[in-house]
């Protein structure tokens, strides 16, 4: 029970779920949104539209200029209010990024319980202001609703030039895959909940989620890349599925130079995990090929959920160093996981 004059009470005890791993199963929703623009006529601004699987919506405005348009929100993944807030804005905007665009809006979307201290919703509101200000994104408003969980997220409106639009299809045979933040945060914030993560180990993952992607969009965009998508429920093994299918593509990715954050293989090995790994391993496994012998805790946080993850651009081969050097210089910690190959049996073959 959360004692609601507790003047610091543990936010993710007052939920079922959290971050992205609160997510409907890729399942579930694939079955949801089956068949439900069958006989709907296309618009031919729509650039990038629903059941195209990508990060973000894409709507033309002239030849100039697109519309990117996007929504996130979830239940809180870490007890801080401010570091929640922090966390739930930089993965919302995060979307925009990974279509190549610059977020210019926002808008609070909130669910929150009545029979809580309104200080932490204060908190809460405080620390998604400081990021949207952060990425220069001007917040307009917002809406709430009265709900027994607490949830919280915003939905960006940014723009891109329509000819600039980094989809998940662009993907060619040869090019690098590049990504910009380690995983295992789903597995360190579900040891967290039960007390189990070390605060070192806490930390470094909050530290990762609350980095806006802003500068590895700046980098992928001063380089030029083939595709790029945010990393986040889906795991890194969906996501990149998601663009290799998209792109008509496989790719191998090399587990030993997949970035774990700090603690994550250790948690994993003691059997910690959240629920969204099995879900995405029912739903994207059959197209991963995962070599015999591989340490069977390093395969679930490949298909760990992350919560504000990091970019994962394909890139050409020759511009891998330039994106390397630029994204170092935006003081993030980049890392080829693999590289893109001609469309084969599996879509991901892990070697
Ligand atoms: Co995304
Ligand atoms: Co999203």
């Not at 189990?196 to 380089?223: C, F, H, Q």
């Amino acid at each position: 029970m959360t004692d609601t004059t507790d003047p610091k009470p543990r936010l993710t005890q007052m939920v079922s779920c959290a971050g992205c791993a609160a997510k409907l199963s890729p399942a579930a929703l694939s079955a949801a949104v089956k068949g439900l623009f069958a006989g709907v006529p296309s618009d031919p601004n729509v650039l990038v539209g629903f059941g195209m699987l990508d990060d973000a919506g894409v709507y033309k405005l002239s030849e100039e200029l697109a519309l990117v348009q996007t929504t996130d929100f979830f239940p809180p993944v870490v007890d801080d209010p401010y570091l929640f807030g922090e966390i739930a804005a930089a993965n919302a905007l995060s979307d925009v990024y990974a279509m190549g665009g610059t977020p210019l809006t926002a808008l609070n979307i909130v669910c929150f319980p009545s029979t809580q201290p309104t200080s932490i919703l204060s908190d809460i509101l405080r620390g998604g202001l400081a990021k949207c200000r952060e990425a220069g994104v001007a917040l307009l408003g917002g809406h709430t609703v009265d709900d027994p969980e607490i949830k919280f997220g915003l939905a960006v409106t940014g723009t891109v030039h329509p000819k600039q639009v980094w989809s998940n299809a662009g993907a060619l045979a040869g090019d690098s895959l590049v990504l910009t933040k380690p995983i295992g945060i789903g597995t360190i914030t579900t040891a967290a909940k039960s007390g189990l993560a070390p605060a070192d180990v806490l930390d470094a993952a909050i530290e990762t989620m609350r980095t806006l992607n802003k500068g590895a969009r700046d980098a992928g965009a001063s380089v030029g890349v083939h595709a790029c998508t945010d990393v986040t429920g889906f795991s890194l093994m969906g996501h990149l599925t998601q663009m290799l299918r998209a792109s008509g593509v496989s790719a191998r990715v090399d587990s030993s130079r997949v970035p774990l954050l700090p603690g994550a293989l250790e948690l994993a090995r003691a059997g910690v995990g959240p629920g969204g790994t099995a879900r995405n391993r029912a739903h994207f496994g059959g197209a991963v090929g995962l070599p015999e012998g591989l340490d069977p805790a390093l395969a679930d946080l490949l298909f760990d959920p992350q919560t504000s993850g990091g970019l994962l651009f394909a890139v050409a081969g020759e511009k891998q160093s330039a994106l390397l050097s630029a994204l170092t210089a935006a003081r993030l910690a980049p890392a080829v996981v693999g590289e893109v190959l001609e469309l084969g049996k599996d879509a991901i073959t892990v070697v």
